[in-house]
């Protein structure tokens, strides 16, 4: 049996396996291609496509496919063959450089938010060079950037790229005031943990809004949750361990550092964490992740569930955005220095990031915004709405320092006590972990902890991307003009504390009386629903920025906001129907018969004994009808005000009628519906309860 490390990349064209099947030549121009971004000679296209032809088809491949990320926050393939007619009747195996640079797929069917009209269906996908291609199944995936005819980029992957090359540049024109002249690049890593729920998948196909909107829109609280915090790193099922094996497998084949597994907090949540990676690559990763994990799931009996809130009164399921930046030689430029000088450069860093985050709350806000994530952040299981950043004490100490131009007498490294002395003894850290923020500092990285767990890393590491590449550009033309460097950046560091300090808090996100500070004392903003936050994406500054860094267009920014806050509407809406026809056909009958056999059994026990008191039956039959009739109604004023929305044509009109008048509707059929539950015999009820869905998987 091969070990991890023979296996591990197998199913990857990685530098490994372009080194060895590559000349010198063509490898030497590639890698100049990948490291420096020059411009790939279509010489150097036809040698790489036919090495990762031979290379593919040697592993069982038959068809090769451009793998993109649309707007849709899945991935898109079409797969073509590598096959093509020979003279003699039979096939020969081609694939050239062209079509490994450039495919065609229509572009008709993908969301574009006016990017191009409807009838206009040519799009084109071109190679991302500095993503591996793999192969799944039988297909050769080739990693692209995904465009439309008229150029406007249609996906993902894309502005993410942009925002890469316009961070590096900007941090390596610091770096060049610090010295530094051998960087020749600064590359953002993110490490995203996944969070996801498995279910059975027999339960799963009893309920119609799991099948049709990945979350119970219906559902009883059960008896016990996670309240005795029994599941979280508990010990794994051996159902989902069996699982766990499988995922690891198939995803280290695929070259995926998935490293870390454990139990999460609520009954039947799990999480997976990756070692980090270049943020394009890491994007890539995300993506397949999710796909085989789903994939995986089926062949266990399981379904994975990747809403960020698929069951009401446990923890939900979020994505943690670990994030750093480098140099290409792998210096962190978020972990301080030996040197005063390495730590005014660490600062100066760190102030980029604080200011980024301060000036940027809103685009942060909106890179992970989505109907699902809506339901769940503010919870808690995650950070609330408002952003702010934890430092922890020693960091904060330092900038007070700066701030107030006092010594900073720094902090003693309090030693461990654990009170065994065959225990090792350790230095405790002087920065602790804070779970409610949304923005924390760990160390060497920050961590993002607001993603949902469904959303593409890809958004929201764009905006944190582009932030901070524009708080290093106004820092660059401030230094670069500087008649004292040290004075004016011991200045702007100074400044940047002092009017970016109001971000900065290391206290419980979850408190009410925080949110009250953070929006009524510090101004900081509270954008609690997609429709809240989505339309601020064309605010002047954000556009002025985004555009002026040259990450988005103001035609593709314009696009994103019809086509989020589409799929904001149009996924409510989905759900909202689900409930309506749920409530009808399945909830109200079976409650309905549940009464019926209550109260034929209460005139069969009269018949029986004639002064028999049936009150228990007569008061539940009263309970029933009631609920019954609360039912009906609610379902009909929820289907009424869905037969209204037709009439909106405004999408950021039609979501705030969805925000303020669906969604409210929704919660009010949900509370009848769930007492009927509690009151109606298990045996009656049409579909799998809470307690069977979250405790179902052995």
Request: aromatic share 8%; glycine share 6%; charged share 25%.
């Amino acid at each position: 049996m091969s070990t991890v490390s023979e296996y591990f990349g197998s199913l990857v064209f990685d530098d490994r396996v372009m080194r060895a099947n590559l000349s010198a030549e063509v490898y030497g121009s590639l890698r100049k291609t990948i490291d420096e971004g020059i411009e790939l000679d279509i010489g150097v296209a036809n040698a790489v496509a036919e090495a990762m032809k031979e290379w593919a088809v040697a592993h069982g491949a038959t068809h090769f496919t451009h793998w993109f990320q649309p707007l849709t926050g899945i991935t898109a393939e079409k797969h073509d063959s590598f096959i093509s007619p020979s003279p003699d009747g039979s096939v020969i195996m081609e694939f050239s450089g062209k079509e490994l640079i450039k495919g065609e797929p229509d572009a008709s069917s993908f969301p574009s938010g006016g990017l191009r009209a409807t009838f206009e269906a040519r799009g084109y996908t071109a190679w991302d060079p500095t993503s591996y291609a793999f192969i799944k199944g039988k297909t050769l995936c080739i990693p692209t950037a995904f465009c439309s005819y008229g150029g406007p980029a249609l996906d993902k992957k894309t502005p993410l790229l942009r925002s890469m090359e316009v961070l590096s540049k900007e941090a390596l024109r610091i770096l060049r005031l610090f010295g530094n002249q051998t960087a020749k690049r600064v590359v953002s890593s993110v490490g995203p943990e996944q969070e996801y729920f498995l279910i059975t998948k027999e339960m799963y196909d009893k309920r119609q809004d799991l099948r049709f909107t990945g979350r119970t829109l219906f559902g009883a609280k059960p008896p016990k949750g996670q309240e005795m915090d029994d599941h979280y790193f508990g010990v794994i099922k051996p159902t989902v361990a069996a699982f766990m094996v499988d995922l690891n497998e198939e995803l280290w084949k695929l070259g995926i550092l998935a490293k870390t597994e454990h139990n999460e907090v609520a009954p039947a949540q799990h999480e997976l964490a990756p070692i980090y990676t270049t943020t394009n690559i890491a994007t890539d990763h995300n993506q397949l992740t999710m796909e085989i994990m789903q994939k995986t799931a089926l062949k266990h009996g399981l379904v994975c569930l990747l809403h960020e809130k698929p069951f009401a009164g446990v923890n939900g399921s979020g994505k943690h955005n670990n994030w750093s930046i480098a140099t290409d030689s792998g210096q962190n430029l978020l972990s301080p220095g030996e040197t005063p000088y390495e730590n005014a450069q660490f600062l100066l860093f760190l102030c980029a990031v604080i200011k980024a985050v301060d000036d940027y709350q809103d685009l942060l806000r909106l890179s992970v915004a989505t109907a699902g994530n809506d339901h769940r952040l503010g919870a808690n299981e995650a950070p609330p709405a408002v952003i702010s950043i934890f430092l922890g004490d020693e960091l904060n100490a330092v900038l007070e320092a700066i701030e107030t131009d006092l010594p900073y007498e720094g902090t003693q490294k309090t030693q461990m006590k654990l009170g065994v002395d065959v225990l090792p003894k350790f230095n405790r850290d002087t920065t602790d972990r804070n779970r409610t923020s949304p923005f924390a500092f760990t160390g060497n990285k920050f961590e993002f902890r607001m993603l949902g767990s469904s959303n593409s890393i890809a958004c929201a590491n764009i905006m944190l991307n582009a932030a901070v590449a524009e708080s290093l550009r106004i820092y660059a033309d401030r230094l670069e003009k500087a008649e004292d460097f040290e004075t004016t950046l011991h200045e702007m560091i100074k400044k940047t504390i002092k009017d970016h300090k109001r971000i900065i808090f290391n206290g419980n996100g979850y408190d009410e009386a925080w949110i009250k500070e953070a929006t009524e004392q510090r101004g900081l903003l509270n954008y609690r629903t997609t429709a809240d936050c989505m339309p601020h994406l064309l605010d002047e500054k954000n556009v002025t920025m985004l555009t002026g860094l040259g990450v988005f267009t103001e035609d593709e920014l314009r696009s994103r906001v019809d086509i989020m806050l589409d799929n904001y509407v149009k996924s409510v809406i989905i759900e909202a129907n689900t409930m309506v026809d749920m409530a009808r056909t399945q909830i109200a009958p079976a409650i309905e018969k549940y009464a019926m056999d209550v109260a034929t059994a209460a005139v069969a026990k009269k018949a029986i004994v004639a002064d028999l008191a049936c009150g228990y039956e007569a008061n539940l039959v009263k309970k029933l009808s009631q609920l019954i009739d609360e039912i009906t109604e609610k379902t009909d004023d929820l289907e009424a005000a869905l037969l209204k929305l037709p009439d909106t044509e405004d999408i950021m009109e039609e979501s705030c009628v969805i925000r303020d008048v669906i969604l409210p509707k929704m919660s009010e059929l949900r509370v009848p519906c769930d007492e009927a539950e509690i009151h109606t015999a298990k045996s009656y009820w049409p579909f799998p309860a809470y307690e069977e869905l979250l405790f179902g998987v052995s």
